[in-house]
């Protein structure tokens, strides 16, 4: 049973931002000042697992750093958006592109610039730990904390929702 109140088995596709979200809030950085991620494993298995359950996943970031296309390309999205100072035109355009409903999407966000996506798609979500602002605007709050399973919970539900979760082959591997 979801957490969450939305028809989740209407969900087609879902966008992330990535600091705060699919990466800790705090991020170390190296000698060159480059941010360093990390990458949760569980929402890595959980990505990789959506895009082959016929999921349409997005990656919409602020960030610059070709490290991000390398490791959400690994796991089999190609709709990867970086330097993207205003997320809503290409959230738009992507809807667009692929003939989705804004109420058969959900955006994930945790701050300041994600809060005019999530008014436009029919499930909003924050992090746990999410800018105040950005829980006000949110339709569903994960338990977990942006960088710590939040992928995870969200599609682990919606794929459990369509009867997909752990109920094929594709289920037990990589």
């Not at 705090?26 to 494993?41: C, F, K, Q, S, T």
């Not at 990867?80 to 955006?107: C, F, T």
């Not at 569903?140 to 459990?160: F, K, P």
Request: contains cysteine; aromatic residues 6%; neutral net charge.
């Amino acid at each position: 049973m979801s957490k969450i109140n939305h028809p989740l088995t209407n969900i087609r596709a879902i966008a992330f931002d990535v600091d705060g979200v699919l990466s800790p809030t705090l991020i170390p950085m190296n000698e060159n000042g480059v941010p360093m991620r990390m990458a949760n494993l569980k929402d890595g298995y959980a990505l990789q697992f959506a895009v082959k359950c016929g999921l349409k996943i997005a990656i919409i970031s602020g960030a610059n750093t070709e490290s991000l296309r390398t490791r959400y390309g690994a796991l089999g999205i190609t709709d990867i958006y970086l330097s993207a100072a205003h997320k809503l035109p290409i959230l738009q355009k992507w809807m667009q592109e692929n003939g989705l409903n804004p109420q058969d999407v959900a955006y994930c966000g945790d701050d300041i610039p994600d809060i005019p996506p999530m008014q436009v798609v029919g499930l909003p979500v924050a992090p746990a730990d999410a800018a105040v602002e950005v829980k006000q605007a949110a339709g569903y709050i994960t338990s977990a904390m942006g960088g710590y399973g939040v992928a995870r919970e969200l599609l682990e539900q919606i794929l459990r929702a369509q009867g997909k979760w752990m109920q094929d082959t594709k289920a037990f591997g990589w």
